[in-house]
Structure formats: structure tokens, C-alpha cells
T-cell receptor, first 110, second 114 residues
Framework: GIQVEQSPPDLILQEGANSTLRCNFS?????LQWFHQNPWGQLINLFY???GTKQNGRLSATTVATERYSLLYISSSQTTDSGVYFC????????????FGGGTRVLVKP | NAGVMQNPRHLVRRRGQEARLRCSPM?????VYWYRQLPEEGLKFMVY????????ESGMPKERFSAEFPKEGPSILRIQQVVRGDSAAYFC????????????FGSGTQLSVL
């Protein structure tokens, strides 16, 4: 099935810093989403972005489908940005299911 | 407009008992997905259902696990004769249509097997 790799696995930021999270995938996709899992376990859908660029406040995302990667940008990070960020994709031979990467664990220190 | 509702939030079972996890999708959504998350790991796909149909159960263990999404009522994930290795967070997600849609997740059910 499709493979999804996220980097870095862990990230420690000082409040106010900017960061970039990366998601590489092994096959063509028709669906790519970024999620934030907060420290209480809730999964929040940040972006639906199979291609192109989107922005939502301090967060933005870019997917270059032809090169099989997506980037999530966090600007002016806040402590509430802490948690785990997951990239998930659908595509390839197994088109029914959203396959998750291993996540990037982010800790923003005050 | 309520989101995806899962209950119970926490479920404790002894080895050998049955666990039933419920998921009510968002209003108007007819596609339901179940995922399992082990501690410190990502989410693993289990099963994809539409009303009265199992579309893809390739991630579900062949024994002890079953899922349904009846015409009326919530989707149910059933685990028979639970073992300690079944302890995990189980998340349900729903979407309006199929593969090219945003998924919305419930808050999950934390299953603990004693």
C-alpha cells in the first residue's frame, strides 16, 4: 500500500518561532489532509489539500503532488500549537482508506 | 450542528469480555471509518462502511472484530473476547461522500483491558 513518511519525528520550538513539517508519500494521491491531535487526544482537521497551497491564520500548507510531498508551515508558534501533526493520504492501489503517517510531535515552550 | 459523536469515551473491560463502541456520524454523512491508535503511534485504518454495507475491512483483524453501520442508528465496532493487546484509542470518522472528501473525527473511545 501507499507509504507516508513524516519528518521530523519530534520538534521543540520556542514560542514565536516558525517551523516546517514535511510529509512524503510513495504514490499518486487524490486526497491529502493534515490533522492536529491536541494533548487531550482530539483530532482536528487542519487542511484538505491534495494539491496547491492553502492558508488558515498562522498555518499554511503546500502540496506538490507531482513530486509526492506536502509541507505544513507554522508561523509565530504558540503553546496551543503543541501536539502531534499527522499527514494522511488516499490514493494508489488502495484508494478507499486514508493512510496516516507516523506524525510529528511538536512542543512549543513559553 | 453536532460533530461526530463517539461513546463511551472510556471503556474498561476484563479479558474475555465484549466491547461495543458506538459512533454517530455528522448529520448528512453516510460514510464512516474506524481507526485504531496505539500509544505513541499513528492511526491505523480498520474498516470503511456506508449505510448497511462494509466497503473495505482490510485493516480489521479476521477474528473477534466486527463492524456494522445499520440503516438506522449508530455505527458499532464490536470486539469479542478482548485481550490486553486490544487496549488502544479507537477513533471514528465520517464524511459526506467517498474518497475525495474531508474527514471529521470523533473524540475517540479509550479501551482499557484489564
Amino acid at each position: 500500500g501507499i507509504q507516508v513518511e513524516q519528518s521530523p519525528p519530534d520538534l521543540i520550538l520556542q514560542e514565536g518561532a516558525n517551523s516546517t513539517l514535511r510529509c512524503n508519500f510513495s504514490d499518486s494521491v487524490n486526497n491529502l489532509q493534515w490533522f492536529h491531535q491536541n494533548p487531550w487526544g482530539q483530532l482536528i482537521n487542519l487542511f484538505y489539500i491534495p494539491s496547491g497551497t492553502k492558508q488558515n491564520g498562522r498555518l499554511s500548507a503546500t502540496t506538490v503532488a507531482t513530486e509526492r510531498y506536502s509541507l505544513l508551515y507554522i508561523s509565530s508558534s504558540q503553546t496551543t500549537d503543541s501536539g502531534v501533526y499527522f499527514c494522511a493520504v488516499k490514493g494508489g492501489a488502495a484508494g478507499n482508506k486514508l493512510t496516516f503517517g507516523g506524525g510529528t510531535r511538536v512542543l512549543v515552550k513559553p | 450542528n453536532a460533530g461526530v459523536m463517539q461513546n463511551p469515551r472510556h471503556l474498561v473491560r476484563r479479558r474475555g469480555q465484549e466491547a461495543r463502541l458506538r459512533c454517530s456520524p455528522m448529520k448528512g454523512h453516510s460514510h464512516v471509518y474506524w481507526y485504531r491508535q496505539l500509544p505513541e503511534e499513528g492511526l491505523k485504518f480498520m474498516v470503511y462502511l456506508q449505510k448497511e454495507n462494509i466497503i473495505d475491512e482490510s485493516g480489521m483483524p479476521k477474528e473477534r472484530f466486527s463492524a456494522e453501520f445499520p440503516k438506522e442508528g449508530p455505527s458499532i465496532l464490536r470486539i469479542q473476547q478482548v485481550v490486553r493487546g486490544d487496549s488502544a484509542a479507537y477513533f471514528c470518522a465520517s464524511s459526506h461522500t467517498g474518497s475525495t472528501e474531508k474527514l471529521f473525527f470523533g473524540s475517540g473511545t479509550q479501551l482499557s483491558v484489564l
